[in-house]
């Protein structure tokens, strides 16, 4: 969620906490919710591949779409990511009659809208599905997979879910960075009550790792060892609690590179088909 803590913010943010922690708690959350900036764009992302297009799901909503026909699969992209990192899992999908759509998430792209939280991304995904119908399998890179775990909380649900790279306790990420700011206990009690409210529930409940066991949802899981932005372990965590769930783990690939990786997209389309239509 949050980027790395800029020096001068610690000090800054432990005298607010101190002096008024609760508009300091609601500078944070604002903080933690608030995508800057883009990931740098990979070669692959820019290679030739199945045609798409982009599509406006409802005013200030927009997604890229590959494919006109068959069993729908929605994407979801990662934090500071974008819809072009599907395309080579589009085109594989596309040749076996399979249709993407990848959402563009508030606060990236063109969409609308400058937050991005589970809670507020997991019911946007069910908007979608009331735009587009159901979806046979929905798949989410990153931050993109921890929404689905806050989606499967709301009562989302879907035929296969495919998980990559993904935080399994996304609800510990905020904590980490108010840690990191240094942010006193009373400014801290108040943002751990703006997170569960915000969640409607204690936000823990919306974390992969809780909600996903409890969907009973057959579920892929890709993981790289030397993953440097979400650490593997937390794939293991994931799928030592979630019976239904297959975990797949690479070498070399990275965090953003394993959605490019031949073996991984036939991997995940191969998966996705089992269940589509």
Request: charged residues 20%.
């Amino acid at each position: 969620m949050a980027d790395s803590v800029p020096f001068y913010l610690p000090p800054l943010f432990g005298l607010a906490g101190r002096i008024a922690p609760r508009r300091t708690a609601r500078a944070l959350m604002e903080l933690v919710s608030r995508p800057r900036g883009r990931n740098p764009t990979q070669p692959w992302e820019l290679a030739p591949g199945l045609a798409s297009r982009e599509i406006e799901l409802r005013p200030g909503l927009f997604a890229r779409s590959w494919g006109e026909a068959g069993p729908l699969v929605l994407a979801l992209h990662g934090w500071r990511g974008r819809t072009t990192q599907f395309g080579p899992l589009a085109t594989a999908l596309g040749h076996i009659g399979l249709r993407t759509i990848a959402i563009d998430l508030p606060g990236h792209g063109r969409s609308a809208g400058e937050r991005a939280t589970p809670r507020l991304l997991a019911d946007l995904l069910l908007e979608v599905t009331q735009i587009t119908g159901p979806a046979d399998a929905v798949i989410g890179h990153s931050f993109g997979g921890a929404v689905i775990g806050a989606a499967l909380a709301l009562g989302f649900r879907t035929w296969r879910v495919v998980i990559v790279s993904s935080p399994t306790r996304v609800s510990r990420m905020p904590f980490k960075y108010a840690m990191a700011l240094h942010l006193p206990p009373r400014a801290l009690a108040h943002f751990t009550r703006l997170l569960d409210e915000h969640a409607g529930r204690p936000v823990a409940e919306l974390d992969l790792v809780a909600a996903g066991p409890k969907s009973g949802i057959p579920a892929l899981l890709v993981h790289d060892r030397d993953d440097a932005v979400i650490p593997y372990r937390e794939a293991e965590i994931l799928a030592a609690a979630w019976p239904a769930l297959r975990l797949i783990s690479t070498d070399g690939l990275g965090h953003r590179d394993i959605l490019a990786n031949a073996t991984v997209v036939q991997t995940i389309a191969r998966f996705i088909a089992g269940e589509a239509g």
